[in-house]
């Protein structure tokens, strides 16, 4: 990442195709750092983490650059055992939003970990570091494209109760 965005940071739990794994491929690009046992995620860092009570908003920005970014890369199946487990950092949660990843295209929330990294740098007000993130995919782009206008919605909020009512409109209109 550059110098003036925020450490990234994956915690991977070895339960993915590591041909296929976002997470790792972000590593290996130099866009991340590994973390291998979740108890060694560094402290005061933003934790993404789908079942947090705090949704992300730009209020989360200057931690987040201070003390990092944090996702959490495991199987979907086993998610929950994996979220419960994370208590270190400020755990946040990303809004409604769709994949763009082969595997889950279209479907909400299930976003591969370079999407939920790049949502969140883009929510804080970080869109070329989120750019920068989705450009080693071929369907990166297409992530941001696909969410655009509910991520710039998002990005306008300051507080993690504005993310929560601008989802619920956004969901109202999306979900039926």
Request: aromatic share 8%.
């Amino acid at each position: 990442m550059s110098r003036t965005g925020p450490r990234v940071f994956i915690f991977h739990a070895n339960q993915c195709d590591p041909k296929k794994c976002t997470g790792l491929r972000l590593v290996r690009l130099w866009h991340a750092s590994l973390v291998r046992d979740i108890r060694r995620i560094p402290r005061g860092t933003v934790v993404l983490n789908p079942v947090a009570e705090t949704a992300l908003s730009r209020d989360d920005r200057d931690t987040m650059v201070r003390h990092g970014l944090v996702a959490l890369d495991c199987s979907w199946k086993q998610a929950e055992d994996i979220f419960k487990m994370s208590r270190h950092g400020r755990q946040r949660a990303l809004p409604y939003l769709l994949a763009a990843n082969p595997v889950n295209t279209y479907k909400p929330i299930k976003l591969s970990t370079a999407e939920a990294i790049a949502a969140a740098l883009y929510i804080v007000g970080l869109q070329d570091m989120a750019e920068e993130v989705m450009s080693v995919f071929k369907w990166g782009p297409s992530f941001l494209d696909l969410n655009r206008e509910w991520l710039d919605a998002y990005a306008e909020c300051t507080t993690s109760s504005e993310v929560v009512a601008v989802q619920k409109e956004i969901m109202k209109s999306h979900v039926r």
